[in-house]
């Protein structure tokens, strides 16, 4: 199989959400150019202007007319997050300061993913937040007068840190979140750009009250997520080489990268000009000979969202590679540990269920059954990577859930493939 040329990938996910919604607390008209047009972030888009906040149509260059940390107004109705985690979390945030009650809701799968991680801290700061019984939505917020906070936060998460953080400023007070690693940095690399007062110390950041926030302007830079199964692509082909440019190469998310190093891949990643206060570049990725790796505890935060197609890549890489330290991942969009390990046995690759990972052994075996996603857009990806080799006769039962986070996923899959 041979790859070639130039892609760029959509607009980083995680950045556009929270463009939109600095853009919404901003005073003034921001600009935000390459905004990833993706399910989950119409959801966000569609929050907003239930808050008051109307979003325009997503596309190539939108301009939003923010309403100011304390300007949003109360929903006459729930607030649908569809399947976004992120949407749900951190305006959930923005929520618990805002004189009023807002209920949300999701579908099947984001309702059953846990919020007391986020209740917890927002009761902490005086907001009332009712949470399904089953942890999981419906979600209702009371906000009102918050005080700071100090918070301890026991797993590493960019969207417990960021519900803070966005408490804290639109309540503004000071806030601290400790993490037992860093998690993605996000949030706090946009409030800098905005004017705020952000101290960051290892796995410790501060935020200081602030009254306004200056409008936002930037150009989305494109996801590393979404870049890295290309990457893993050229990586698994026998002939080319594949460059995607722009790609958001912040440190806290190129965990993937440096693990595809670490399996032998003949990688580069070219820095750039910095876009958004996030530094950016080329990944280039070409044929390579992989090799299993052992990825632990201290690395998972960086690359949570990739450890799926990292073991979708060891099933080619010789060895047995493990992931240990991700019980993280039983709780996204699907049980991703589960989930991996059976359709990877599926289609023929020796896989063992750990309670906090798994082991997978790597084979020239043709890879050859069917892939069920449980919705799971990482999950079609990853496996949509393997079902692009030569002589590999995977089906997947529901190749729609990539447009998630990645809408355009299956074309550019074709386009890197060349004759």
């Known amino acids: 199989m041979k790859v070639g040329g130039t892609i760029r990938v959509p607009g980083d996910k995680s950045i556009s959400h929270r463009a939109l919604i600095f853009a919404a607390l901003a005073e003034g008209a921001s600009r935000i150019r390459d905004i990833l047009p993706s399910a989950d972030v119409h959801s966000t888009a569609t929050v907003l202007g239930a808050l008051g906040v109307p979003v325009p149509p997503l596309s190539t260059d939108i ?17 649908d997050c569809g399947n976004s985690g992120t949407t749900t979390r951190l305006l959930a945030g923005v929520a618990a300061a805002l004189p009023f009650t807002s209920r949300f809701v999701g579908d099947a799968s984001l309702s059953r993913r846990p919020m007391r991680r986020i209740a917890k801290p927002l009761r902490e700061m005086g907001a009332t937040v009712d949470v399904a019984p089953a942890d999981g939505l419906p979600m209702t917020v009371s906000g009102g007068h918050l005080h700071g906070i100090t918070w301890r936060s026991e797993t590493a998460s960019a969207q417990v840190k960021s519900a803070i953080l966005l408490a804290g400023l639109v309540a503004g007070v000071e806030v601290t979140v400790h993490e037992p ?68 190469l912040n440190p806290t998310r190129t965990g993937f990268y440096a693990a595809l190093a670490r399996m032998g891949a003949n990688l580069t990643l070219e820095h750039g000009e910095p876009q958004g206060g996030e530094p950016v570049g080329t990944v280039v990725a070409r044929p390579s000979s992989l090799v299993a790796i052992d990825l632990g505890r201290d690395d ?22 493990t992931i240990r330290g991700a019980e993280e ?39 050859r059954g069917r892939v069920q996603t449980h919705g799971d857009h990482r999950i079609a990806m ?21 447009a998630v986070s990645y809408p355009g996923f299956w074309d550019d899959i074709a386009r890197a493939v060349v004759s």
């Open 181 to 248: 690693a860093r998690s993605r940095d996000h949030t706090e690399r946009i409030l800098t750009a905005l004017g705020a007062t952000v101290d960051v110390l290892g796995a410790t950041v501060r935020l200081a009250p602030r009254d306004r926030l200056a409008p936002l302007h930037m150009r989305v830079p494109a996801d590393p997520s979404s870049a890295a199964f290309l990457a893993a692509l050229a990586a698994l082909a026998t002939q080319g080489e594949l460059a995607l440019p722009d790609v958001c």
């Open 329 to 367: 991942l039983r709780v996204k969009e699907s049980d991703r540990i589960a989930t991996v390990v059976a359709n990877l046995r599926a289609v023929g690759v020796n896989a063992d269920e750990l309670p906090d990972g798994m082991c997978i052994e790597g084979s020239e075996r043709p890879l």
């Open 382 to 402: 990853a496996f949509g990577v393997l079902r692009a080799l030569p002589n590999s006769e995977i089906a997947i039962d529901d190749t729609t859930c990539v």
């Open 63 to 79: 301009t939003i007319a923010g309403r100011g940390p304390r300007g949003l107004t109360a929903p006459t109705g729930d607030l």
């Open 300 to 321: 998972v935060p960086s690359m949570i969202d990739e450890l799926p197609l990292i073991a979708c890549l060891a099933a080619r890489a010789a060895g047995t590679t």
